[in-house]
């Protein structure tokens, strides 16, 4: 009994003597820098924000649509003919905080007669960065304007981009039956 | 009474007092007082900048930049702050044509011990690719010389010797192994400074394509400076 006390007492004082000169060895003095960081990003924000189908052809039916995100236009075409020419403007506005890069426009058939794709051409063309804020001057005999720009074609926040396509179809297209179809306009922006 | 008992007490006192007179010796005693003054560890941020803190438009374009090396979902640690992956590799850089983002960088005393602790870095209007310097110069104000041991990256603690090694930290706020932020950490460690030296270094920092629009990243870098006998960089070369 005596032997275990005293075996206690001595593990005792030395884990004692242990903690005690290890909080001497610990207890350095030291100071914290701190550096804080904080990003805010910014916005990419490029809309279809005016658009007008220009049409020269008087029996033909048109009709359009904006996507909810205003990135996509839908027109839809009936009663067309061999060689029909038609003109679709948008307008592309930088609502964003970040300059964008407008590096293409696609044009695609969604539905269609059949036998027209391979008779359907298109052609862009591209104006700006432009101050423009309608396309009540845009008429379709006086197309396309001169002076167009080149791709890419970099506007900043706030600025605008005029984009003309004109459509059409080969006017050696001897296809039978009604002549419909639906495109879907999409621009391709970078930033 | 019996006088043998009478007899017994004056002699102990007599016995007493000579003792007494015995011990009464001349003696003077000498003082030691010892006063530790101990001195202070105390470090400053002296200064912090970046080099793009004007607000646009101006006329110096931004910088873009495009790190060498891309970490994968291994080398992504959690630390309780975000993910963090530290690797090698460098970052290539170019002039842009335009001006769009900015940053600021101010320092705050944020103890109230008259020092400032603590470097706050904000970059405005951040876009995939959006590069800037951080520059940092601190000082040590106290009267011990100071190592700086770690920095401390979001929670992940980096010697000096895993700085040389891999000095890109990609940070990565939502854990899919797609780090928004990336900072490549120049060193600040290891030298001794003395009470009254500064030493400076300076950061780089991207904004990686992950990024979301609109979204806010928050960084955090600490800086641990120790007494220089009980660095871990002490003795060292």
Redesign the interface.
Known sequence: MKNSTYYACTILAVVLLFVVLSNVAYA??????????????????TRICCYKVLTCCRHCNVTSQLSDNSKALFVSFENLHPGWIEWVALIICNK????AELIGTSVTIVEASDGIEDHFHYEVHYYGPLRIHDLKNIRCCRLPLPFNSSLPL?F?PGQKVLVLIELHIDALYHGEGELNTVFAIRTSLW? | MNLKKLLVLPIFLILISSMSVALAMWSETLKINVTVNTGEVDVEIVRAYVDDDIPPPTIKPDYNGTPNAWPNCTNFNYTGEGWVAVIKGDIDFEELDKDVAWAEAWTEDTDGDGDNDTAYVKIHNGYPGYMVWLSLEVDNVGTIPIFIDYYVVNGTTLTKEEIEENNLVFLDANGNCEPEVLIQLYNLLGEQIDPGQGRESSWRIVVLQPASENSEYVISVKLVAVQWNESIYYGKK
């Open positions: 350095m003095w030291s100071e914290t820098l701190h550096v804080n960081m904080k990003m805010s990003m910014g916005e990419f924000d964003g905080t970040l300059p970099q900043d930033h």
